[in-house]
């Protein structure tokens, strides 16, 4: 019997972030294995909300349709008075899609049902997540990491040329590599429970006590299920009785509302809110994602949002150096992401600190994640410097364009997929020869693509002749005028792609 070839790659963690990069690198043909300590698949809804960023990254992943099929919208907010009175307002400001932002709303969809689509794509991969299977020790050198495994079946040495840490806040692989994960306790405890309730309807987000810090409570009917979610902030060095009779209590101290009674929790857990930045997010071939990297509190639904895109950012990265690109493509991915967890995670403790005031918590665009951008990064070249529309680094836009064979065509869709994509506006077919892992797509009267209704045009402010080069992760890498078109030539070895045939 042939013996099964170790993998490149050896991901621990199997949480929206390791499963996420699993599937990219999956997508790419790179082997990895996904192993998580946990007997059986995490059942909570810690994270509960999917920002609009991270739906344009779940499309390209193609698992978007499956999870709006199962989850559903925000809803509004109703803060309860004593009284018995309500004032009412939408949790979130947002806009109406455009063509270059087709995803204004964020997704509400608890964080058990996100993963198990996310599994069930990695499978569709070829991919599994190994339960029950936890790291124990590693060592590496310069060729290669060993993972020491505990698992059902015993202990396992396993060497693989990358290992990444998506294991959690407590990551054992930042504490093996030790890497400091400075910051702060914000001095709040809460719980967060999953449960069956009854006594609420279920056409809004509830808030009692709104803006007291030691008597409030939020219950937020879960999208996708026919449970609630129960949020509220908790005494320190106080046991708090997380079962269906103690939250019962809680609840009716808080509302003053005995028809509310709690029937079953499905998940339930106290904690601490910590606001912590790895020093470092890469130690030679041993890298961290998501919370292992970063924590923030759960104010603005950044978390989940930040950790998957910390791994779509380092998928394309991994598989390149994998397939023999320098490895200093891999010191990019700290340059660009841990500014965003940074910036993300000020966020987050901002809006903590409006709800300590007592100021109404609203949701801006900042929360959505579509400004995010990498213009200081090493990978974003512009020549020459541009006036109007993208830069190089910033996410690239949608544009629904017409195929020259008269069919609706959407910019996405040429997008989507493991490959580089290059938009030539008004070009010469001979400017750029085809590479593997390349796809160019020409717009303009001599091109496959006609932009008749100025889409286009309006999102990138393109100059004839001018070239888009656009990252497997969505973010533009290059922008070239037809003068300069031979700074690509330079660009695609340093990331990895192939040469021209």
Not at 413 to 434: C, I, K, M, N, S
């Amino acid at each position: 019997m042939a013996s099964t070839p170790s993998p490149d790659v050896l991901i621990c963690g199997a949480g929206a972030a390791g499963l996420t990069l699993a599937i990219d690198l999956a997508r790419r043909g790179v082997r990895a294995r996904v192993i998580e300590k946990l007997a059986s698949p995490f059942q909570g809804s810690r994270g509960k909300g999917i920002q609009p960023r991270t739906l344009e990254v779940f499309e390209d992943l193609g698992v978007l349709d499956r999870l709006v099929a199962i989850g559903g919208p925000y809803p509004p907010q109703r803060i309860h008075a004593a009284d018995g009175s309500f004032v009412e307002s939408p949790l979130m400001e947002t806009s109406p899609a455009t063509p270059a932002e087709p995803f204004q709303q964020p997704l509400m969809l608890p964080q058990f049902l996100t993963e198990g689509v996310l599994r069930d794509r990695l499978v569709e991969l070829g991919g599994q997540v190994d339960f029950a299977c936890e790291l124990v020790g590693l060592e590496q050198d310069e060729a290669g990491v060993t993972a020491s495994l505990r698992g059902s079946q015993g202990d396992e040495m396993l060497r693989v040329r990358y290992l990444v840490g998506a294991d959690g806040g407590r990551s054992f692989v930042r504490k093996s590599l030790g890497i400091d994960f400075p910051g702060k306790t914000l001095g709040v405890r809460a719980i967060v429970a999953d449960v069956v309730l009854t006594g609420l309807d279920r056409d809004a987000w509830h808030r009692f006590q709104d803006g007291d810090m030691a008597q409030q409570v939020m219950i937020c009917p879960l999208a996708g299920t026919d449970l609630f979610q129960v949020q509220a902030p908790i005494p320190h060095g106080v046991d708090v009785d997380l079962s269906a009779e103690g939250l019962s209590a809680l609840l009716l101290a808080r509302t003053g509302r005995p028809q509310i009674q709690v029937h079953a929790v499905h998940w339930a857990s106290a904690y601490e809110m910590n606001a912590r930045l790895a020093d470092r997010y890469r130690a030679g071939r041993v890298l961290l994602v998501g919370d292992a990297a970063h924590i923030h509190p759960p104010t603005g639904g950044q978390g989940l949002n930040t950790s998957v895109q910390d791994a779509y950012n380092l998928g394309w990265k991994l598989a390149a150096v994998a397939g023999g690109a320098d490895r200093a493509l891999l010191d990019t991915f700290e340059a660009e992401r841990r500014p965003v967890a940074a910036q993300m995670l000020g966020l987050a403790t901002r809006l903590l600190d409006e709800a300590k005031a007592g100021q109404m918590m609203r949701r801006r665009r900042d929360v959505q994640q579509l400004d995010i951008a990498y213009p200081a990064s090493p990978l974003a070249v512009e020549r020459p410097a541009r006036a109007a529309g993208v830069r190089a680094g910033d996410r690239a836009p949608d544009a629904p364009m017409i195929g020259a064979a008269g069919q609706p065509r959407r910019l996405f869709d040429l997008l989507q997929g493991p490959h580089w994509t290059l938009l030539g506006y008004e070009t010469q077919r001979a400017d750029v020869e085809p590479r593997a892992g390349l796809r160019i797509h020409r717009i303009g009267a001599k091109g496959e693509l006609r932009d008749d209704a100025g889409h286009f045009r309006a999102a990138y402010a393109p100059q004839e002749g001018d070239w888009v080069l656009v990252r497997p992760d969505g973010y533009i890498g290059a922008i070239v005028g037809a003068e300069d078109v031979g700074e690509l030539q330079d660009y695609f070895p340093r990331v990895g792609l192939g040469r021209s045939h």
